[in-house]
């Protein structure tokens, strides 16, 4: 299991590895004789495995205290024993950090029992913790374990040397009934010896999402919780959370506090981590009380949200659980003699497949658990349904919980048109916000789009007032933690809240489910009423304003305290609902309201802080509040729900209005009524809520709710602390004055005396004549095409000019370059052609972007030595050759370009490899120079891309082997990285297919990036590139424009400062982009620690752009972002006008290193010395601090030249290697020949196929091998088996496969099967993985037993047959055929826009398990499809000898009636879908296979 594992940069120190056992007692019981000890009363000893400080004094230290507390309580210390290592197998980093390790023996005098004992032994342990809390080295004092059940060993170790390092673990002495062993690879905290896993309870493989707003949660319960089981010592167990653990660790300790108060561990983790019981057909109908269960719960607990896999044991039970959305591997298999095992690959341990009876998996949200004593195995429901049946859930919940009743909207305005105006204009809402945002959502019920990326200073930069919100960005995840998908997996979401008094979660009872069930936090003012009305709430409303007349005491910030003190008071009298308002009959002009985000933050950091916050929920009935990233920030810091009463009068003035009626009546816009204008917008509203939740991989909002998952921009630290304490804030700015100044300025606008007869327009979304600054402004783009097109150094110089003298725009607007060194001549510096090859182009998608334009910008990269990238999409392998045929600059190759010349080659150096797969087929990427990966972009980070059907064009649909004006919609998430391990993989596959192309990971700046880019790092990537949240073309929401994503100084800085303290800076090139448009931004970039740098938008102006921002409409006036023909012919540009740009920016660089003094841009990579804060005052506060950035943690020990110039990084000796050496296969390759060879295989062996096939590739291309590799592997196959197949591949798999079969395969056959007289039946074992076929453009593939979640997600032409199927499979499918002899699971076919899919359902169940949102389900009528069907099957059966297919032919007319036939629209004309399709002679029909 090593390849799931990191390590540091020695390449030794493993982030950690560790094994949780029973207690080996005989082991001690011969430690303890050979020490003279009497031998241990098992039942009343405890075992701690310690570490220890490295100081002998310390260790002194700390075995006194640990030993006193263990006599005060009464305790008796039996031993110390020296836990025997080896140290020469620990890394050099994990050595410095390395603690002195040993075992205390305790004898437990007072208890009789084992639960009694291990309370006793945690009560010991939590004292001992809290005795060493204030002591400077209290963090090096860890207890692994301190139990009478089970024992821990651990340490920063690779999995291999585990074993070597503890000598213990290879004694013959040392047995137990069971192990629970893990591999870390830490990406959200760095590695330490006691983060290595198993912690006390739980092996964790995953990431918990929500863990900020779980700890908040977990710190507001403590003085609320109470168990008999304490006797009245609860106060001593405190806290329940450790912010600078682990969320591992976190949950871990939550589990085991529920587990020490008398919960099994099951029951435990159905509480912390609930699977997605809600539209779950089995269930709601085979096990309603198990709803219950969850129903119960999901009002007291908050989930633990996020991917999953979790082994767990207190000793007496072991078991495993999956997370709701089954985001991680976890196989199983039972043997003849009873042993279970489960585990993220098969493959792990030997295991004789004669002796194994089952082979399955966990799916989404399952369970298995193994009771240690009676050696009894429960399976999931079997778990579920135990725990469930233990407490009346079912009659408590429907006694106590009342659902709040929708009420209907308002019929009518409230207020008159100068009074609404009045308040928009006090509340802060512009023009923009009211006619593109709120309008849009009233009239169409979505958010809106935009495009060109947000290029308006930050909030605290701007000299325009904003509300609060917008110094809030968005946080998202990224590689470890994978977005969701809120679209096509929505039904593992909720936006379900409960509001009241969450009750003690370690006892139950009726009472805990008295609680109000909101359906989505999004009230109307009628469902605000019938809350303040319920009279167990006792609901309190607090208003809140300010109050500028009465000085200080009126001031913002005592107004806070004085809120905050009022809620207290209302919460200690028994109100369950604090209901904060600034919704008032008349404003005052001297009391303006508190910004409401403000005020609700404040209100719940200080019920935390004072143990009230379970008691009652928080609801803001406010006016400042329309747009989907307001509601959820003010979720985030802890609003259950909000009534945005202002918001949906808005939308009522808007429909009633005469210019919307009008409108309406001439069919210029869609007729809607009023309530459902108010309707549309709270729909809007909350799928804008979902993909906010969704892109941080939340699938539930009461996980959300005070999870503060956002980080902050410009404000000041009094506030931070006293509102949003825990959120990331680099930079401060606004003091509590400064922000009532800010508010003050929105306030008195609806006071003055010529009041405005209607909203301003800050111009903040478009750009307007004395709105906004925007970084692409018209004058900017004329400045720009001006100096390109006349290769005008005046000119450029101009434009220069333009962006020295622009308002600051950009954290380095306010940084200027000193130096340390006298001006040099230009002449002495590196030319402007070696600083061209450091440049790269954003990924704008050909689709996203003309063809001419794609074209012309690679041309011109590729002229320079640069670096143009392909986007998502593909590439006509046309543009692969240098042309040859150009005369006057015209190419019959390219005909639709100009100012060409012989030699030009229009391929992307950088082809790019997106969550769709678009394009990507083994020539696409064995072509490549470089190959990227995207993982986030900086306009929508967490989201997937999307491209309208107008402009899939034929050409367009040919490259992406899609149909033409379809929409092409990529997940939010590559489905083959859901954890960083995957990504390590994928990195993996593509260093396979292609091993002379650098593969790079695209990131988006946000806090914690280092971190993520260090595991990013550690998976072999060479280039790490860190985008802006300015950057983007293509189309976006506007909320995920402006809203998510941070600057890139900040990420950059993270990143390069992070990687230099892990030793892993040197491993790779830093890239990074975001409104780059200038050799000053080049300069900065470096002298923050890029060496690469990539111009996005920029790009686009100079070939011709002239940002008129409609790209997402197809209607680009001058053809760079449209597929229309007519606009595509007025393509201006041509390569020579980008080459012009770049080389007069590296003039520009030139110039300014001269003046620095310095010869190369190497040298001054990273020397934020070199760098100090321009003397200038912003209009907003003084109190920005850019220390952060201009920090420096030492140098790179390489120069930038040489990190750059190192060789593509390998995957060391693999197994296609082998391949490729066997003369036979390499001359079958070479001259297409037929070769048959058997080959051994192991689950180390990886993207197995893979390089083989690149070499086809790249030789052949996708279709042109002839000759015959018939592989045959044994044994059981590593990730990505058989990715990127050619036709020619035959390969066949006797054994067992994991994750990622047959990804991203453009032809070939692939059989799996498994060994022949097996103990288990085929068609009900798991004998492949998760997200097979993912990516497939073409070939077949056979499987003769079950798949797991996700198959052929994006197959685009691939044809399978497969015998079940775990969740989702067929999602994103826009070509092929798939056929499933068996069982799927749920969400069959979403998102499915091509291909068909066959399935058979023997009991009648398949219908509610169909996301029937695109496709139809009809059974299978049309002859040809049955021949279709009928033929695969045959197939199967020859390939597999599948006896379930024979069975199925034998009584073909038995079975034909039991399959389904899902098929998309655009294949409900096909002869396959349609039995009335006229030409059914067979001999017009072209089958797609068979
Ligand atoms: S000119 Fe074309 S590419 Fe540029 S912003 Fe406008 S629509 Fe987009």
Redesign the pocket.
């Known amino acids: 299991m090593e390849h799931r594992g990191g390590c540091g940069a020695d390449n030794d120190s493993g982030d950690g590895s560790g094994v949780m056992t029973s207690i080996p007692w005989d082991l001690f019981d011969n430690w303890a004789e050979n020490q003279g000890i009497a031998s241990f009363d098992k039942l009343h000893t405890g075992v701690g495995m310690i570490f220890l400080p490295q100081d002998d004094k310390l260790i002194e230290e700390a075995k006194k205290v640990i030993v006193n507390t263990f006599r005060q309580e009464g305790l008796e210390v039996l031993g110390w024993r020296p836990v025997p290592v080896n140290t020469s197998v620990v890394g050099f980093y994990a050595k410095e950090a390395m603690p002195n390790i040993q075992q205390v023996f305790v004898r437990v005098v007072k208890e009789e029992n084992v639960d009694d004992i291990e309370r006793e032994l945690y009560i010991c342990r939590k004292l001992i913790e809290r005795a060493f809390a204030s002591e400077s080295w209290g963090s090096e004092l860890y207890f692994c374990s301190l139990s009478n059940q089970t024992i821990v060993y651990k340490g920063m170790l690779r999995s291999e040397v585990l074993g070597l390092f503890y000598s213990d673990l290879q004694n013959d002495l040392y047995k137990s009934p069971f192990a629970i062993y893990h591999r870390r690879y830490s990406t959200n905290t760095s590695p330490r010896w006691p983060l290595a896993q198993p912690m006390r309870f739980l092996g964790h493989n995953g990431e918990i999402n929500t863990i900020q707003g779980n700890l908040n949660w977990m710190q507001s319960r403590e003085t609320s919780l109470k168990s008999p089981v304490w006797h009245g010592r609860e106060n001593e167990i405190r806290p329940f959370g450790n912010p600078k653990a682990s969320d591992s660790a976190n949950l871990d300790c939550a589990a085991e506090l529920l587990i020490r108060s008398g919960r099994t561990p099951d029951e435990a983790l159905m509480i912390l981590v609930p699977e997605a019981y809600k539209n779950h057909p089995t269930l709601t109908i085979k096990y309603p009380e198990v709803v219950d269960f969850y129903d119960y719960y999901k009002g007291q607990m908050e989930a633990w949200d996020g991917p999953a896999l979790l082994l767990f044991s207190d000793g007496k039970t072991v078991g495993a659980c999956l997370d709701r959305n089954g985001l991680r591997p976890a196989r199983y298999w039972r043997t003849i003699d009873n042993v279970v095992y489960v585990a993220s690959e098969v493959g792990v341990l030997p295991v004789d497949d004669s002796k194994v009876t089952m082979k399955g998996r966990l799916g989404p949200g399952m369970m298995i658990t193994a009771d240690l004593l009676s050696g009894q195995v429960y399976e999931n429901t079997e778990v579920k349904k135990r725990v469930a049946a233990s407490n009346p859930y079912g009659k408590w919940v429907s006694e106590n919980m009342r659902s709040l009743k929708p009420v209907n909207f308002l019929s009518a305005t409230v207020l008159d048109n100068e009074t609404i105006l009045r308040r928009q204009q006090a509340f802060g809402y512009s023009s923009e916000d009211v006619q593109m945002i709120i309008e849009t959502m009233a009239a169409q019920g979505k958010e809106p789009t935009f495009?060109?990326g947000d290029d308006i200073p930050l909030a605290i930069l701007s000299q325009k007032p904003h509300m609060l919100y917008d110094y809030f960005k968005q946080r998202f995840a990224q590689v470890t933690n994978p977005a969701i998908d809120p679209l096509r997996e929505g039904l593992v979401m909720s936006l379900e809240v409960n509001i009241g008094k969450r009750g003690n979660i370690l006892e139950v009872g009726p009472e805990n489910a008295s609680q109000v069930a909101l359906s989505s936090p999004v009230l109307n003012e009628g469902e605000l009423e019938s809350l303040l009305k319920d009279p167990q709430l006792r609901a309190q409303v607090l208003p809140t304003f300010f109050d500028i007349r009465k000085g200080v005491e009126g001031s913002l910030e005592k107004t806070l305290y004085k809120l905050c003190e009022a809620a207290d008071e209302a919460v200690r009298n028994g109100c369950q609902l604090l209901v904060l308002s600034d919704h008032t009959d008349e404003l005052e002009a001297t009391r303006p309201a508190i910004p409401i985000l403000l005020a609700v933050a404040a209100v719940h950091q200080h019920l935390i802080q004072n143990g009230l916050r379970m008691s009652a929920s928080i609801v803001a009935d406010t006016a400042q509040c329309f747009s989907t990233h307001q509601f959820a920030c003010l979720i985030g810091y802890g609003a259950s729900a909000i009534c945005p009463y202002l918001a949906l009068e808005t939308c009522r003035q808007w429909r009633l209005s005469a210019k919307t009626v009008n409108l309406m009546r001439n069919g210029k816009m869609p007729t809607v009524t009023i309530e459902q204008a108010q309707t549309n917008f709270c729909k809007a509203i909350k799928a804008g809520l979902l993909k906010i939740l969704s892109k941080m991989g939340i699938s539930l909002l009461s996980s959300y709710c005070g999870a503060q998952i956002f980080e902050i921009y410009g404000l000041g630290k009094e506030i931070v602390d006293l509102a949003f304490y825990g959120s990331v804030s680099k930079i401060g700015g606004l003091t509590f004055d400064e922000l009532a100044r800010e508010t003050l300025s929105f306030w008195v606008k609806a006071f003055s005396e010529d009041t405005a007869k209607r909203l301003e327009n800050f111009g903040f979304i478009q750009f307007r004549p004395g709105g906004e600054y925007h970084g692409n402004n018209p004058e900017m783009s004329k400045l720009l095409h001006k100096a390109v097109r006349q290769k005008s150094e005046s000119a450029f110089s101009i434009y220069q000019q333009h962006l020295a003298s622009r308002p600051v725009n950009v954290l380095r607007d306010l940084l200027e370059f000193k130096s340390d060194r006298a001006p040099i001549p230009v002449g002495k510096v590196e030319p402007a052609l070696s600083i061209v090859q450091r440049f790269c182009t954003g990924g704008m998608s050909l689709g996203a972007i003309s063809r001419e334009t794609h074209e012309a910008i690679a041309i011109a990269m590729n002229r320079l030595g640069g670096k143009s990238n392909s986007g998502e999409g593909g590439e006509d392998p046309i543009r692969w050759s240098p042309l040859t045929d150009v005369v006057d600059g015209y190419s019959p190759t390219l005909p639709h370009l100009k100012g060409l010349q012989n030699g030009d080659t229009a391929t992307s150096a950088i082809k790019q490899v997106a969550s769709g797969r678009f394009g990507v087929t083994p020539t696409f990427l064995a072509n490549a120079d470089q190959l990227e990966i995207k993982i986030a972009q900086g306009a929508k980070p967490g989201e997937g891309g999307q491209l309208p059907g107008k402009k899939v064009s034929a050409y367009i649909a040919r490259l992406r082997n899609s149909k033409p004006g379809v929409p092409l919609i990529s997940p939010p998430p590559h489905h083959d990285i859901y954890s960083i391990e995957d990504l390590a993989q994928l990195i993996f596959d593509l260093h396979q297919v292609n091993p002379k192309a650098k593969v790079s990971v695209k990131l988006v700046a946000e806090a914690g990036i280092g971190t993520v880019a260090s595991g990013v790092a550690k998976g072999n990537a060479d280039i790490i590139q860190i985008s802006g949240h300015d950057g983007g073309t293509g189309a976006s929401p506007i909320s995920s424009i402006k809203h998510a994503g941070g600057p890139w100084e900040l990420g950059l800085t993270e990143t390069h400062q992070t990687l230099i303290e892990n030793g892993l800076r040197e491993r790779v090139i830093l890239r990074v982009d975001g409104g780059f448009k200038s050799g000053v931004d080049v300069l900065m970039a470096a002298a923050v620690g890029a060496d690469e740098y990539g111009f996005g938008s920029v790009a686009?102006i100079a070939t011709g752009?002239?940002?008129?921002?409609?790209?997402h409409t197809n209607n680009?006036?001058?053809g760079?972002?449209?597929q229309r023909e007519e606009l595509r012919a007025r393509f201006p540009g041509v390569p020579g006008d980008l080459v012009n740009f770049f080389l007069y920016v590296a003039e520009e660089v030139r110039g300014f290193l001269a003046q620095l003094g310095y010869e190369k841009l190497d040298d001054i990579v990273g020397r934020t010395d070199l760098l100090k804060p321009r003397d200038m005052s912003l209009v907003k506060t003084q109190h920005l601090d850019l220390n952060y950035i201009l920090s420096s943690v030492g140098l790179p020990k390489w120069s930038s030249t040489a990190i750059r110039n190192q060789e593509v990084h390998s995957n060391g000796p693999v197994l296609d290697d082998n391949l490729l050496a066997d003369p036979e296969i390499s001359d079958a390759i070479e001259n297409e020949k037929e070769v048959h060879k058997t080959v051994k295989i192991y689950n180390v062996d990886r993207a197995v196929c893979g390089r083989v096939a690149g070499v086809i590739a790249k030789k052949y291309g996708d279709t042109g091998f002839a000759g015959q590799l018939n592989i045959t592997f044994t044994g059981s196959a590593g990730q990505s088996f058989a990715c990127f197949l050619t036709p020619g591949m035959n390969i066949q798999l006797i054994g067992e496969a994991n994750d990622y079969v047959g990804k991203g395969m453009a032809g070939g056959e692939l059989v799996v099967t498994p060994l022949e007289n097996t103990g288990f039946c085929p068609e009900d074992a798991t004998i492949v993985g998760n997200t097979c076929l993912y990516g497939a453009t073409g070939g077949q593939i056979f499987v003769r037993g079950k798949a797991g979640e996700r198959f052929a997600v994006r197959n685009s032409l691939a044809q399978a047959v497969v015998e079940g199927t775990g969740d989702h499979c067929c999602e994103y499918m826009t070509g092929g055929c798939v056929v499933i002899l068996g069982k799927v699971g749920r969400n069959v076919a979403a998102g499915m826009t091509g291909g068909l899919a066959y399935i058979l359902d023997e009991d009648d169940t398949l219908i509610p398990k169909v996301n029937k949102e695109i496709v139809k389900i009809q059974r299978v009528t049309a002859p040809v499809g049955q021949m279709q069907l009928k033929s695969l099957i045959e197939a199967h059966v020859e390939k597999t000898g599948s006896t379930k297919s024979s069975s199925i032919l034998t009584e073909w007319d038995n079975y034909l009636p039991l399959f389904w036939q899902l098929v998309p629209p655009s294949e409900e004309d096909t002869p396959e879908a349609c039995a009335e399709y006229q030409s059914t002679a067979a001999e017009r029909v072209t089958l797609q296979s068979a």
């Open positions: 495009c060109m686009m752009c002239v940002m008129a921002r409609i790209c680009c006036p001058v760079v972002a449209s």
